[in-house]
């Protein structure tokens, strides 16, 4: 099994940004436990962070051409604006699963809306990092059901 995992805007600053929300775990702590995770479960693990909308559209795509399996993203500041991102999700028609360390749903009335969420088979929110690992292990069994 091969998933992409994407992280939007700022996700690079984990550790430094906002710790109250995101947690003291760094971007490269993050890998670390994804990429380790993944080994023990014979995932291949495309990891990539992008500040830039246009980047990540063209890694949805990137992901479809690769052949993944499914996606796992954190679009970031993007969830909540970015029409192109749902976009690219419906038209690669791979299983993603949308996570948010924090939990958006109590947040700022902005956080609310979830442009990504209509696309997506999934949603992850507020529990830190480990839903990126609960994302993956639901696309494991998901996908993994259907191949």
């Known amino acids: 099994m091969k998933l992409y995992i994407l992280n939007g805007p700022n996700l690079n600053f984990l550790g430094i940004r906002e710790p109250a929300h995101y947690g003291s775990t760094t971007y490269a702590q ?74 958006v749903e109590e947040r700022e009335d902005f956080r609310q809306v979830s ?10 929110t507020g529990h830190g990092v480990a839903g990126y690992l609960e994302a993956i292990d639901y696309l494991l069994d998901t996908v993994g059901e259907r191949q």
Not at 79 to 101: F, G, N, R, W, Y
């Open 30 to 103: 993050l890998l670390e436990m994804i990429g380790t995770h993944c080994k023990e479960k014979g995932i291949e693990a495309v990891c990539r962070q992008s500040n830039h909308e246009g980047t990540l559209v063209d890694l949805i795509q990137e992901a479809y051409l690769e052949g993944a399996d499914g996606i796992v993203i954190n679009p970031g500041a993007y969830t909540h604006t970015s029409i192109a991102l749902l976009d690219a999700v419906k038209s690669v028609m791979l299983p993603t699963v949308e996570v948010h360390i924090s939990k």
């Open 115 to 124: 442009y990504i969420r209509t696309a997506c088979v999934k949603t992850i």
